[in-house]
């Protein structure tokens, strides 16, 4: 009986969460890195239509690490291409574990998922297709320990 009204109450949670946060997502996408071995001249590029250009977003960076990577900071390299074909180039370091080595964001086992901030608080000036390209910026040609790599753009206020 208790475990029926156990789930009776977490489907009603999740009726009145769930939809809230699926209202300020604007594009979550991923992609896996084969054999968990990112190489230095792979790129994940993501395409994203916007169509707001009066709100404010947030940019997110999703990492996945296994445990077994070997340092604990990664840089990116994130070229931003706007619509009318503007590009703006970032280096952004993610740190991944803390100053006593134990691994940040969730995840229990050998993976780690990490939402790293990468863009806060800002209005896309036009509508249209942005492309998002990442890039490793470690100094090894074959990165071992990356699960996958995505970015998340949602809504938010000031």
Known sequence: MNRIVFAAAVSIW???VFPSCSERSVYNSNVDIP????????????RVNITDTTSVHNVYINLRNTTSYPNSNLYLFI??????????RDTMECVL???RGRWLGKGFGALRDNQIPYKRYIRFP???TYEFSIQQGMRTNQLKGIASVGIRIEKTKL
Not at 79 to 88: D, E, I
């Open 35 to 46: 054999k968990e071995t990112w190489s230095a001249d792979s790129i994940a590029t993501f």
């Open 79 to 88: 070229q931003t291409s706007s619509p009318n074909g503007a590009m703006l």
């Open 14 to 16: 999740a009726i009145f």
């Open 97 to 99: 574990a803390d100053q």
């Open 126 to 128: 036009e509508a249209g």
